[in-house]
């Protein structure tokens, strides 16, 4: 059983930071790449960033590119989405997925597992 568990969401102003992390682990389960995604109220989930297994690649979605930073700790087996200049339009549920691929991707097609998520609400 593979668990993926977010952590670090809450309530932020406009141009505040947040930090989120996520741990995923199970008994045969090595983390490979993680991405973060997320939905807003009425709309699709998007993609947010991704991180290749070793961390030496990853990918940012125009809408955050210069905000948030994806990186990852191995030995903490934690990945981590630095959110900082927040706009009100950040306000979603944020989810992080893992898979056993090595390679960074952008596509939620390409993560077998996934998160409850975690709801940041960026106020005014």
């Known amino acids: 059983q593979v668990q993926v568990v977010e952590s670090g969401g809450g309530l932020a102003q406009a141009g505040g930071s947040l930090r989120l992390s996520c741990a995923a682990s199970?008994?045969?389960?090595?983390?490979?790449?993680i991405g973060w995604f997320r939905q807003a109220p009425g709309k699709g989930r998007e993609f947010v960033a991704a991180?290749?297994?070793?961390?030496?690649?990853?990918m940012h979605a125009n809408s955050v590119k210069g905000r948030f930073t994806i990186s990852r700790d191995n030995a903490k087996n934690t990945v981590y989405l630095q959110m900082n200049s927040l706009k009100l339009e950040d306000t979603a549920v944020y989810y992080c997925?893992?898979?056993?691929?090595?390679?960074?991707?952008?596509?939620?097609?390409?993560?077998?597992?996934w998160g409850q998520g975690t709801q940041v609400t960026v106020s005014s």
């Open positions: 199970g008994s045969t389960f090595k983390p490979g790449r």
């Open positions: 997925a893992a898979d056993p691929g090595l390679r960074v991707a952008q596509e939620s097609a390409n993560y077998n597992y």
């Open positions: 991180i290749s297994s070793s961390g030496g690649s990853t």
